[in-house]
């Protein structure tokens, strides 16, 4: 089974390169099948990362940055794969 874990948060006030910057130095472990780094208006930077595992797997998570680095506390979800059916 493939499991997708998303990682979302919101850059403080100019800090949007900053925030994109650390989350790509960020390796909590393992690795994943495939690991895809967004980003969008407001200072949004979004992760998703792809994972051979059962859904309620334990698997590394990006932690929390900086608490002076985002405005609001950081959003995860877990997804599992539908058919399009």
Request: avoid cysteine; charge should be negative; aromatic fraction near 10%.
């Given at each position: ?6 990682w979302?948060?919101r850059?403080?006030?100019?800090r ?12 909590p472990?393992?690795?994943p ?6 980003r969008?208006?407001?200072d ?21 940055p ?20």
């Amino acid at each position: 089974m493939t499991v997708a874990l998303m990682w979302e948060a919101r850059a403080a006030e100019g800090r949007g390169e900053e925030l994109l910057a650390w989350v790509r130095e960020q390796r909590p472990g393992g690795e994943p099948l495939r690991r895809e780094v967004f980003r969008a208006p407001q200072d949004r930077v979004l992760v998703i990362t792809w994972w051979d595992a059962p859904y309620d797997a334990p698997l590394p998570e990006l932690p929390e940055p900086a608490a002076e680095l985002v405005t609001r506390a950081v959003h995860r979800w877990r997804f599992e794969p539908v058919s399009d059916g």
